[in-house]
């Protein structure tokens, strides 16, 4: 069986035969963790990514509409990639804020204290008014210090989008904190 096509182990998957989908996964277990590993950058949430694309696969091999089973799949790694990365990104940018928040913190003076509050709320708005992606990109540029590459790379996008959004994100932030 492992000379047949990705698109014939799929139908015999679904036919019955179990060990189908396992030549499947030893077939593209590597480029799927490589997909994923290009997004979260870490070697044992690819892992884990790999696993849930190819269960999610699994359980909705019934939907494969086309004879791309690969290019499937691929999309449900890297989906799965760009959700954990953007979780991820979340709890990056809350932990810089109460970082923030507490490295300041050596004072008693409610006045202080609550301008550093108003700093906070003023930058948890602002990220938030950023559209996606654009806001995924400006984190990983500007907070994360990912270069153009690396974001191009594990986003899947060209240097002139990424441009864009980066250009794009700097105005509606310059925009929204101009009368500030």
């Not at 909705?60 to 990639?81: M, R, V």
């Not at 990056?92 to 550093?116: G, K």
Request: with cysteine.
């Amino acid at each position: 069986m492992d000379n047949l096509s990705d698109i014939e182990l799929v139908r015999k998957f679904m036919a019955g035969n179990r060990f189908a989908f396992e030549l499947l996964y030893r077939r593209h277990y590597a480029l799927v963790k490589n997909t994923c590993l290009k997004i979260v950058r870490n070697e044992q949430t690819a892992a884990e990514l790999t696993q849930q694309a190819f269960f999610n696969a699994l359980s909705k091999i019934g939907s494969l509409s086309h004879d791309n089973f690969i290019g499937w799949l691929c999309c449900i790694a890297k989906n799965l990639a760009l959700n954990e990365r953007a979780k991820q990104r979340l709890c990056y940018v809350e932990e810089d804020v109460l970082e923030f928040r507490q490295s300041n913190s050596d004072t008693d003076d409610p006045a202080i204290e609550t301008q550093r509050q108003e700093i906070h709320q003023i930058i948890k708005k602002t990220l938030n008014i950023l559209p996606e992606p654009t806001k995924t990109y400006m984190i990983e540029y500007y907070l994360h210090d990912m270069s153009y590459g690396d974001i191009c790379e594990a986003y899947f996008i060209n240097k002139n989008q990424l441009d864009w959004h980066l250009r794009k994100g700097r105005q509606i932030l310059r925009d929204k904190l101009e009368g500030i």
